[in-house]
């Protein structure tokens, strides 16, 4: 099978020039116990998979990337009962094993086996399988690996969904709407009456300015220096929208002293800064995007203590994914969730590179790829 593999982080840009990810040769793997072979319908770029391929985010070399997909099941391991070949599936970045102390206590996307599989290039239920011709060992990208025509996963690393969810829009539930969406829902459990800005308008922060929208009376500002990014975010449910030097003076015109909720977006140390001067008291920012490990936050101290607010990371979202993919995708079919607006194109895999140039420039919400040989 032909998988998108990156054996070198860092190389410079243009990537359709430098091109990081090269399709290889690999091995259609059998599935183990308690594991699920996928046929990739379409896979999608994420900034996840950017900040891997540009080295802020440092993962065992080489991978074959990809963690935001959809597909359906093409073979089963042994133990695997509850999943039939045919099954349509999305993919889910953090396979859970349901008995470490973080599953014990409902919170499954932060899976401490889960965590330690995806940070060693492993899978949940075993070592890497993935190899190329010569027998190099091929780490797997968060257990997916979904730039390739097949993907071997983890049991838990799959959510069967209806037949009726097309792949363009299925794929984007994965990553972006269970982050997305779950940081408003889940991690700042945004309320009735309550006022949110979210500053980036990638796909997880459009997801985030949808998932607001669904909340009675809330106000929605979205923060984001590209307009038409900010139009979009309009067309998404938010009620106001605008660049970052604008931020401050449109807080105060729509939330008075202050927002009730800030997402963060954006991956940096400098905007989690912002958003917290933007609270009111007792609000609660909550940090998605991954900044580079490098970045440190300053702030002052007292104000947590002293005003009431919070900072609260949110990883996936705090998703039960088995739990909110079907949710979530029943509010697309009651047209809450436009999703389709964030569905920039779908290209051939061949060209992952250039869409790597045009995600890092802010061109597409979410490019997806078909697996065309």
């Not at 690996?145 to 829009?169: K, T």
């Not at 669904?214 to 979205?222: P, R």
Request: glycine share 10%; net charge negative; proline share 6%.
């Amino acid at each position: 099978m032909l998988s998108s593999i990156l054996r070198r982080s860092g190389v410079p840009r243009p990537y359709s020039t430098s091109a990081p990810l090269v399709q290889e040769e690999v091995a259609v793997p059998r599935p183990r116990a308690g594991e699920v072979l996928v046929k990739i319908e379409r896979a999608s770029l994420c900034h996840s998979d950017l900040s891997v391929i540009n080295g802020s985010r440092v993962r065992p070399l080489p991978m074959a990337l990809g963690h935001e997909a959809a597909g359906v099941v093409a073979a089963l391991g042994s133990g695997v009962t509850d999943v039939r070949v045919g099954d349509r599936v999305v993919l889910v970045f953090v396979p859970s094993c349901g008995e470490c102390r973080a599953c014990a206590a409902g919170r499954p996307a932060l899976c401490h086996r889960g965590a330690e599989a995806n940070g060693t290039g492993d899978l949940l239920h075993g070592t890497a399988a993935l190899t190329s011709p010569n027998g190099e060992r091929i780490n797997h990208h968060l257990g997916v690996s979904a730039f390739s025509e097949f993907a071997l996963v983890a049991r838990e690393s799959v959510v069967v969904i209806d037949d009726d969810v097309p792949f363009d829009v299925a794929a984007m539930f994965g990553c972006a709407a269970l982050t997305g969406i779950g940081a408003v829902l889940n991690t700042a459990r945004l309320a009735p009456g309550q006022s949110i800005i979210v500053f980036g308008l990638g796909a997880v922060g459009l997801m985030a300015v949808m998932a607001a929208a669904q909340v009675s009376g809330t106000t929605v500002i979205a923060i984001d220096p590209l307009p038409e990014k900010q139009r979009l975010a309009l067309k998404c449910g938010a009620d106001i929208a605008g660049p970052p030097e604008q931020a401050v003076a449109l807080v105060a015109e729509h939330a008075g002293d202050g927002v009730d909720v800030a997402i963060e977006a954006v991956g940096s140390a400098r905007v989690m800064e912002a958003c917290l001067g933007l609270l009111t008291r007792g609000g609660a920012l909550v940090s998605v995007g991954l900044p580079n490990p490098e970045q440190q936050l300053t702030v002052q101290a007292l104000q947590f203590a002293g005003t009431g607010v919070r900072l609260l990371g949110s990883y996936m979202g705090d998703s039960v994914p088995t739990r909110d993919i079907a949710a979530y995708l029943q509010l697309w079919r009651d047209g809450k969730l436009p999703v389709e607006l964030l569905h920039t194109d779908t290209r051939p895999i061949a060209e992952l590179n250039e869409g790597l140039d045009a995600l890092a420039d802010g061109r597409v919400v979410r490019r997806l790829f078909r697996m065309d040989r």
